[in-house]
């Protein structure tokens, strides 16, 4: 499944959008490689923690099919501007549930992080990874998180845009350059 995402955003990525005239234009984001092949070393270290490999099992079953769905169906619903690149939902153990790894490609990191990326957040729950990057593959965000802690990144420039913050980061960050 995965190489076969890779294959279909590798070959372009196609977004019809409005552009609140009426009229509707297609952006094409340069050919993707992102990486889903393997994992960026934030990905690794989550499945690390979580004692997981990129080759552990996918996780079966009613709850897990439910999970994947719900995700999808908040990003479609997010906008035309998003692409999945990569859903993986991982089975931890029976006791500490699922673990969703989701990696997005967007047109426009700032406005997507800014006001579209909230409403997926609920689904990812507290042991999940998240990366999206921008239509040449750059990284906008990476977060990851497990019931002991974890880790964030946000590209300079795009910290006041993330609904997801890092405790510790200046109060003078400059604002988001998404209206």
């Given at each position: 499944m995965r190489?076969?995402?890779?294959?279909?955003?590798?070959?372009?990525?196609?977004?019809v959008c409005d552009?609140?005239?009426?009229?509707?234009?297609?952006?094409?984001?340069?050919?993707?490689?992102?990486?889903?092949?393997r994992p960026s070393a934030m990905e690794q270290q989550w499945?690390?923690?979580?004692?997981?490999?990129?080759?552990?099992?996918?996780?079966?079953?009613a709850r897990a099919s439910r999970l994947a769905k719900s995700i999808r169906k908040a990003v479609k619903k997010s906008?035309?501007?998003v692409q999945i690149v990569h859903?993986?939902?991982?089975?931890?153990?029976?006791?500490?549930?699922?673990?969703?790894a989701l990696v997005l490609a967007v047109i426009k990191p700032a406005y997507y992080l800014r006001h579209r990326l909230r409403p997926i957040l609920p689904l990812l729950a507290?042991?999940?990874?998240?990366?999206?990057?921008?239509?040449r593959a750059r990284r906008?965000?990476?977060?990851?998180?497990?019931?002991?802690?974890?880790?964030?990144?946000?590209?300079?420039?795009?910290?006041?845009?993330?609904p997801i913050v890092a405790f510790?980061?200046?109060?003078?960050?400059?604002p988001c350059p998404s209206k």
């Open positions: 190489l076969a995402v890779v294959a279909l955003v590798s070959a372009a990525l196609l977004v552009t609140g005239h009426g009229q509707w234009a297609t952006a094409r984001v340069q050919t993707l490689d992102v990486g889903a092949s499945l690390e923690e979580l004692g997981l490999t990129p080759s552990s099992p996918t996780a079966s079953g906008g035309v501007q859903l993986k939902i991982y089975s931890r153990t029976p006791l500490s549930g699922l673990a969703p507290s042991s999940a990874y998240l990366r999206i990057v921008d239509g906008a965000l990476e977060w990851y998180g497990t019931p002991n802690g974890g880790a964030l990144y946000v590209r300079p420039g795009l910290e006041k845009c993330s510790g980061w200046p109060i003078n960050l400059p």
